[in-house]
């Protein structure tokens, strides 16, 4: 996701109704991407493999198109490099997690990079977290501390595939970094080119170590296909439209519906009932998301510098 790098103030947004829908769509078509993760019949991890390398043709035309004479030099291709490889990692943990949780949790505890980029940035800063930010991460803590205790009281595979969804938003947040910067001098589509290139041969690499089965069996290959087009190139493509034209509270808010899609997917798709506790863990972590987006112009400054 773009990530703001100016103060609010600054910054001169002009959103059409277009640009709110594109917003919106390419949020939702993002929390679908675990669903078509555990329909595929490859394992988790080589379905981050397909995601990338079938999206590559795709995204390699719109970088093209959208191409930059700014050259890569051997600073740019490092951050790249350093990008794909923590976004490698990241798909790896989460998909591995998704497996093992309720939807629900694995989208919001997947997107807990914001958090981690929020604290990151105060690190970055040298100064203590304001008001705003001490609760984020205050209904962080309390919210995922629900969600875990519920997930204990179902199995220790559950609780395991959130801890490896956490993992992953940690992930996320290093992959956001070497990103931001790279995306500066290069542009969001060939940024995401580059990472891809990078990171479909580690994930390649890890699915063979783990002995996951890479080519798809007989749910054929619409799960993995639909996986690269819904969540790497159009969701993509639909943020990478759409971002810019918005405040952090905005985009905030529409990223906590991708949570919200992923539990009713899990619930008609799995059966994953969500109880009352269950529902007020994802609100206090739906709660920090918002939260940290809203303190991000002062805290990706720091980052992004």
């Known amino acids: 996701m773009a990530r703001a790098t100016q103060p609010v103030a600054e910054k001169n947004y002009q959103a059409s109704a277009w640009h709110f829908a594109a917003l919106l769509a390419g949020n939702a078509t993002l929390a679908l991407g675990p669903w078509f993760v555990r329909m595929a019949d490859t394992g988790p991890v080589a379905a981050g493999f397909w995601r990338m390398a079938l999206a590559l043709p795709v995204i390699a035309l719109l970088a093209w198109r959208a191409r930059t004479p700014e050259p890569l030099d051997r600073r740019l291709a490092l951050l790249v490099a350093a990008a794909g490889l923590f ?21 919001l505890f997947g997107n807990a990079g914001s958090v981690i980029l929020m604290i990151w940035g105060l690190i970055a800063l040298r100064r203590m977290p304001g008001g705003r930010e001490w609760l984020a991460m205050g209904a962080a803590l309390s919210g995922a501390a629900i969600l875990m205790g ?32 790279a995306r500066a001098s290069l542009g969001q589509w060939t940024v995401l080119l580059l990472v891809g290139l990078a990171a479909a041969p580690v994930l390649l690499v890890i699915a063979l170590a783990l002995g996951e089965p890479v080519w798809p069996g007989d749910a054929g290959w619409w799960p993995v296909a639909g996986l690269a087009l819904s969540s790497q190139v159009i969701g993509q493509g639909l943020l990478v439209f759409s971002l810019r034209h918005f405040p952090p509270l905005v985009i905030g808010v529409a990223l906590l519906t991708q949570p919200a899609i992923a539990a009713a997917v899990g619930w008609l798709a799995f059966g994953e009932v969500l109880g009352l506790p269950d529902m007020a863990g994802m609100a206090l972590v739906a709660c920090a998301l918002l939260l940290a987006k809203l303190a991000e112009p002062r805290a990706t400054r720091a980052v992004a510098s």
């Not at 997930?151 to 070497?178: H, N």
């Open 150 to 181: 519920r997930s204990m009281d179902i199995s220790t595979v559950t609780l395991v595939g959130d801890l490896f969804c956490l993992l992953a938003g940690v992930f996320y947040a290093f992959y956001l970094i070497p990103a931001q910067k």
């Open 87 to 107: 976004f490698a990692l990241d798909l790896a943990s989460w998909h591995v997690g998704i497996e093992r949780t309720r939807l629900g949790n694995a989208t």
